[in-house]
């Protein structure tokens, strides 16, 4: 597939959110896409310019109200909408886009779980299209065949701790090497991953020098990561807590498990580590360290990197496997660009160079 000789098309709704400004400013950046439409009810009939004034010339494009999505779209020409709004109202909006030839990326949960009864369970409402849910393509890039993604109408964009627990077990899985009823995932969140919303236990004065456990045994990406991990393998009973971090941006997951037959925990991580290196081979964006103390959010965070790195645990006869994203770029914005660029014929890291740094702010 060629790349387009005129610029792509884009959109963005809910640019005002944490993952809707990290888009706007990753297309900011990037040659082959334009920004020409955007939506928010709080900036609506303002430019873009309001929210970041170094967006380049994608900063004159005019912000509409939600309501107002469609419309827009279809009087800007936009070729690729990127959902940056909760789950139902990405699913409202998404089938009149699709009905005009508008493709989709959601960075929300609408489409992600293909099962009505736990989607349900997750979001709260069941899917708007049921048939939507069975044509979107799951987009954890490093594990999506890129003809798919050059085909969809409609990705649906993982979720930040989903993609930092997937990118770490599928290939553990795919290959037997977690022993069922042994699976512990404890995950833990910078704040923006919550999103910008007035609560209290969001605010600093709540959070600083906190630490806190939320969503135990009802987190909305269990039965994601649950569904994936079945996709590669058998199914996978897992425990999955989320923690909530006193820092901004950036997602720490720790996994702990037995491989099956191997009670020595140090040839066990040997193993885990070799099957990390080869899978991610090669990969742009996918690096596995030798030290768990490589594996930190100040080395992912401005990003689209995951650090992976195996450790033993020879008390507990377990291996342990760290994985690190910053929430906003590899877990939203950055992924749905990466996806974008094999969408639309481009390479995979356009619009994506590195620009790390722990200093990076939301």
Sequence with gaps: MSQPTTPIRVGICGVRGYSGLEAARLIAQHDGFRLVTASSDALAGKTLRSLDPELGED?????????????????????????????????HVTPALLEAGIRVIDLSGAHRVRDVVAHTMAY???????????EAVYGLTEWCQPDALRAARLVANPGCYATATLL??????????????????????????????????????????????????????????AQELSRAGTPMELTFVTHLLPVARGILVTSYFKVPGCEDAHEAARRVQDALREH????????VVDAASE?????????????????????????????????LIKGASGQAL???????????????????GAGVKA
């Design 124 to 134: 709260g409402f069941p899917p708007i299209a049921a048939e939507l849910q069975a």
């Design 59 to 91: 900063a004159a494009a005019v912000v509409v109200g939600h309501n107002d999505t469609l419309a827009a779209a279809k009087a800007y020409q936009a070729e690729l909408m990127l959902l940056a709004l909760p789950a139902e109202p990405s699913a």
């Design 168 to 225: 770490a077990l599928l290939p553990l899985h795919q290959r037997g090497l977690i022993a069922q009823g042994t699976l512990v995932v404890d995950a833990k969140s910078g704040t923006t991953g919550a999103g910008k919303k007035a609560q209290v236990g969001l605010l600093h004065a709540e959070l600083f020098g906190n630490f806190y456990a939320y969503r135990v045994g009802q987190h909305q990406h269990t039965p994601e990561i």
């Design 295 to 327: 594996a930190q959010l100040g080395a992912v965070i401005g990003t689209n990197r995951c650090i992976l790195c195996a450790a033993p645990d020879p008390f507990g006869k377990r291996v342990v496997v760290i994985s690190v994203i910053d929430n």
């Design 280 to 287: 991610y081979d090669g990969s742009h964006f996918v690096r």
């Design 338 to 356: 990466q996806n974008a660029n094999l969408m639309f014929g481009y390479p995979e890291t356009a619009g994506l160079q590195l620009r790390g």
